[in-house]
């Protein structure tokens, strides 16, 4: 487990049904593996998470991103990205 802090892994396995119909992971080893997977990503600010919706060329136009399913906010300025 090295990818993640337990900051974003806790956030994640609190939050993970925000995105996901079913639990993906109970543990920070889950989770870290899952978040390594999927190639989660984790910013620092609200800008950041713009700037990565707009790099990957995902339309936002007209939603709030920060309410996206795939945006996780950590708690601490950071955000957890998850496109699921």
Do not use: W
Not at 24 to 52: I, N, S, W
């Amino acid at each position: 487990m090295a990818n993640y802090d337990k900051k974003v892994l806790d956030c994640f396995i609190a939050n993970q049904l925000q995105l996901f119909p079913e639990k993906v992971a109970e543990t920070h080893e889950e989770a870290d593996e899952f978040l390594e997977m999927m190639f989660a990503v984790v910013v620092k600010g609200k800008r950041a998470v713009r700037k990565y919706f707009e790099e990957t060329g995902v339309d936002m136009t007209g939603e709030d991103i920060m309410q996206a399913s795939e945006v996780f906010d950590v708690g601490d300025g950071r955000y957890l990205i998850v496109e699921g």
